[in-house]
């Protein structure tokens, strides 16, 4: 079973900027679809961010021009750039991976994730 561990949540003020990263325990590690997920609380589950094997990109239209999603596969690690935040970026932020041969691009989230991350949390003071 893969293991994905998020890091880089904090606190910071309207307007700072966070990077996060999630670290894939599997070598070599190639998911279809891998992405970045928030729940704030008494709120769903939203997609943010995820970029697919061909580096196609998908991104949540609340972040788009601010979030930047990208990985390093000689790493196995998925990054989040986070700029300009907002208090309604305060959530938990987890990463999570898709196997079944899904794209991720132009808004598209795929439903059905096969392994999530425990998830970082950020919180952004106005």
């Known amino acids: 079973q893969v293991q994905l561990v998020e890091s880089g949540g904090g606190s910071v003020q309207t307007g700072g900027s966070l990077r996060l990263s999630c670290v894939s325990s599997?070598?070599?590690?190639?998911?279809?679809?891998w992405g970045w997920f928030r729940q704030a609380p008494g709120q769903e589950r939203e997609g943010v961010a995820a970029?697919?094997?061909?580096?196609?990109?998908s991104y949540a239209n609340s972040v788009k021009g601010r979030f930047t999603v990208s990985k390093d596969n000689t790493k196995n690690t998925l990054y989040l750039q986070m700029n300009s935040l907002k208090p309604e970026d305060t959530a938990m932020y987890y990463c999570?991976?898709?196997?079944?041969?899904?794209?991720?691009?132009?808004?598209?989230?795929?439903?059905?994730?096969?392994?999530w991350g425990q998830g970082t949390q950020v919180t952004v003071s106005s």
């Open positions: 970029i697919d094997k061909s580096g196609d990109t």
């Open positions: 599997e070598s070599n590690h190639r998911p279809s679809c």
């Open positions: 999570a991976g898709e196997t079944g041969g899904a794209h991720c691009r132009d808004g598209y989230f795929p439903v059905e994730w096969n392994y």
